[in-house]
């Protein structure tokens, strides 16, 4: 196994908006390169929705009841995990973060895997999961809150790897001056929903158009805009015509910054 | 894409609002004359805590939390907000309390309690009470009045003010709606099929109701009775509506409520989480086909009502207005379900009672759209 895959860890609370007082872990499903998928994990099951996988804290190593809230997962730099995991390692809540067993990690990846294809009334409950909360119920007015809280963490995870790698992008790109724009609407602005669509140059320049047309974008958002048709030309080139690749192009400020991140690797 | 972050905005502002009030000249003296007041009077401050704490669990939980009881938590959550609001140096309660002595604080806080609680209250509760308590206080002072007797509050005719002869009403909630429904045959608006509830009809309306019944009537009995007359749609009245299950001999109407109550989930440990767990395994593939039967038919727009109702969490009344219904149609449509339901519920405990609503959701949720006739 992975030498992260399956483990629930610590975030990069520097990364987390400081307002909020949440404690939370992120479960990795999935590593990729330098790109983790993550899951928010918290602790309180009475806020679990239906794609949230509830681990009782009789059947964990970690002794806690987990809630895994699969909807939000998204892709992530190294980064946005708790820095120095090994050199704290003599700290006893992530010494037994650390220590999950391999079996207890498949189970854990396996179970979420299962949560997510599986909504039929026939199979949907072979897991343990939440429901589907009241609009107006506390919960669910938490879960909005947290949900806009944890898009600003991956955006401001992003940023700081693509800031901490200047050279790891080529300058056509337009990297540096994208991420200052974004970097200052992050104190005001909250992440944009993801769209879907075909991936391509003329598509990405529909979204801004139809954005504009709404009154939606502003002027220094161009430097976004190019970022997005730089990358579309950097994945023809690359011959990238994944499912992913194309909903990332299609996506949020954050989905952007993962895209460049996919497709020009860390040189080694 | 570039939406505005509107919690944002609201708390700037008031950052702003509070600033300014900072800068102002005599801000320093009220401050210390806040300070002095509390270092002075150092029980003042527990006194009005608990004051206020036994106040905030008077008010009725279901329509001001959404909850069956105040907990510790809820109750703290207002008492901060109140404190918030009368120690912000932007409201006029702080210079209110700069100078009044210690004896008056609580008087000043106590217009505030009520309006923390409105604003905090559920959406059902603050639509009934813009629509029917704002509109009786604005006629308060020509036609109407209400009086406390025995630490009761009643409601009734500004004429019969200082009139002995005028009894103090006893009648309980069913007994007003059928006396005023069935005996004297009024006619009362449609909450949710959007007849006007604002403005002279409806004080009309609620002069008329007094003056037939001609005795001082309870005040929650009144609010109460209005709700049920212009079938007011509350998540109550759903839960309500589907009370025609029968009752679990082991443990009584409490296990019923929990499988009626959206909310209900939030009374389930996580053991019983696990055990709805295991009672969906095992029944899943009964119960679809049972559902498979029951919903085959079920009209399109019930379909639709119930998939807004349990999928989407939205409150009755807004689920039945999405698929052009009035509230009734949700009552219907619940009795209906409940019906359905009967035979599978009398397999089950009711410690399995909720694993029925939570299959029930995932069942909608993976029923497909149907085109069908939706009413306006």
Known sequence: MNSKNGLVLPINYSFWPPKSQTILMAFVQAVEGDILTLCPVINDFKAAEFFDLIVPAGKTSLACDLVIMGKLQAGFPAGALHAGLAAASHDESIKLCLAMPDAERQRLVADLDYLQKNTLPTTAFKVLRGTFLPKDSEAARWRRKFVRRWQSFRLAALIGAVKAQPDRFPQYLGMKTAVETIEQGLQKKPEPAAQTGPANEENAMRIAASAKKRGGISIERSETLNLRRNLAKAMQEQKQTGAVFEKLLNGSDADLLELALRLFPARR | ?376
């Open chain 2, 1 to 376: 894409m570039t939406d505005i972050d509107f919690d944002n905005l609201k708390e700037e502002r008031k950052l702003a609002r509070i600033e300014a009030a900072v800068k102002k000249p005599g801000f320093a003296a009220m401050r210390r004359q806040i300070l002095e007041l509390f270092h002075e009077e150092p029980d003042l401050f527990s006194r009005l805590f608990a004051r206020i704490d036994t106040r905030i669990r008077k008010y009725p939980p279901r329509d001001y939390c959404g909850e069956r009881h105040w907990t510790d938590e809820l109750v703290a959550d207002r008492l901060q907000a109140i404190w918030n609001t009368v120690l912000n140096p932007a409201m006029s309660y702080f210079a209110k309390i700069a100078k009044a002595p210690p004896q008056e604080i609580a008087d000043i806080i106590w217009g505030q309690i009520r309006k923390i609680m409105i604003a905090e209250a559920t959406p059902n509760f603050k639509r009934f009470y813009n629509s029917f308590i704002q509109e009786l206080q604005h006629d308060k002072p020509k036609r109407f009045t209400s009086k406390t007797v025995a630490k009761k509050r009643f409601r009734g005719l500004r004429a019969w003010k200082s009139d002995s002869r005028i009894k103090l009403g006893n009648k309980k909630v069913e007994e007003l709606v059928k006396f005023w429904q069935v005996e004297k045959r009024l006619r009362f608006p449609n909450m949710a099929c959007n007849e006007k509830l604002v403005g002279e009809p409806l004080c009309d309306l609620v002069w008329e109701m007094f003056k037939l019944l001609n005795e001082w009537v309870r005040e929650k009995r009144l609010f109460d009775s209005w709700k049920k007359l212009v079938n007011f749609p509350t998540a109550v009245q759903a839960e309500q509506s589907l009370d025609g299950l029968p009752r679990d001999s082991e443990s009584g109407p409490e296990a019923v409520e929990k499988y009626l109550d959206q909310n209900g989930r939030d009374l389930l440990g996580i053991e019983q989480l696990q055990a709805v767990k295991e009672v969906l395994c095992e029944n899943a593939d009964a119960w679809a086909s049972h559902f498979d039967r029951v919903f085959a038919g079920f009209r399109p727009e019930q379909k639709k009502f119930l998939q807004y109702y349990y999928v989407n969490g939205l409150a009755p009344g807004a689920a039945a207005e999405k698929v052009g219904k009035a509230p009734s149609f949700a009552s219907q449509t619940f009795s209906r379900v409940a019906e359905e339901c009967l035979p599978l519920r009398e397999q089950l405990s009711s410690e399995e009672l909720p694993a029925l609503r939570e299959f029930l959701k995932v069942y909608l949720l993976n029923l497909k759209p149907e085109t069908g006739r939706t009413k306006k």
